[in-house]
């Protein structure tokens, strides 16, 4: 009978800890190190904006204000001043780290006109796991878009000419590139 009641416990911890994490989860524990200049309090402040069906926005420490423009249960765009936005998704995993079956994508994107982005992926305790095996990304300059809609990005390539050298150039050649994350990685399609 014993034996029963702990089987049937380390199943239930098991579940437990293995919940899904939601995004508002994920905004509420970031280390303020990752937004120096958005401190905790004004991350909550988000969440309950957006539960008062209110627009987020906040005063950040530069002076300046930053802005939650989407949450769902694992999407996020923040806008943290003109120049810099943060995207987060929540992508399931086919193995368990940090007792959960989720990783973080986070993305960083710099720059006005053209623009210049990182991506970085953490446990759901933010704890850094390594890139390499999970996305492999072009050598150039790039920009990141993380899709709202599902488990997919996408890379541009923005080439900016100064002074094209005829009519018949471009401005600003755009190449783009599709990832669709497999469970363990991000691939092309």
């Not at 982005?117 to 920009?143: A, C, N």
Request: hydrophobic share 40%; net charge negative.
């Amino acid at each position: 009978m014993m034996k029963v009641f702990f089987i049937i416990l380390s199943l239930f911890l098991t579940c437990a800890v293995q919940a899904q994490v939601k995004m508002r989860d994920v905004i509420k524990q970031m280390p303020d190190s990752f937004v120096p200049y958005l401190k905790q309090n004004a991350r909550l402040d988000f969440i309950d904006f957006i539960d008062s069906g209110m627009k987020a926005e906040v005063s950040n420490d530069l002076g300046g204000k930053s802005q939650l423009t989407e949450l769902t249960d694992d999407f996020a765009s923040l806008t943290m001043n003109s120049a810099s936005q943060i995207q987060l998704r929540l992508l399931d995993v086919n193995e368990s780290i940090d007792d959960a079956r989720q990783i973080i994508c986070l993305v960083r994107t710099f720059g006005e006109g053209m623009r210049e982005s990182t991506i970085d992926f953490y446990s759901v305790k933010w704890q850094p796991l390594p890139k390499e095996g999970r996305i492999s990304l072009p050598s150039y300059m790039h920009y990141i878009m993380l899709s709202s809609q599902a488990p997919e990005l996408t890379v541009q390539r923005e080439t900016g000419l100064d002074i094209p050298a005829n009519e018949e150039q471009k401005e600003i050649d755009k190449t783009l590139i599709s990832f669709k994350w497999n469970g363990k990685s991000f691939k092309m399609y």
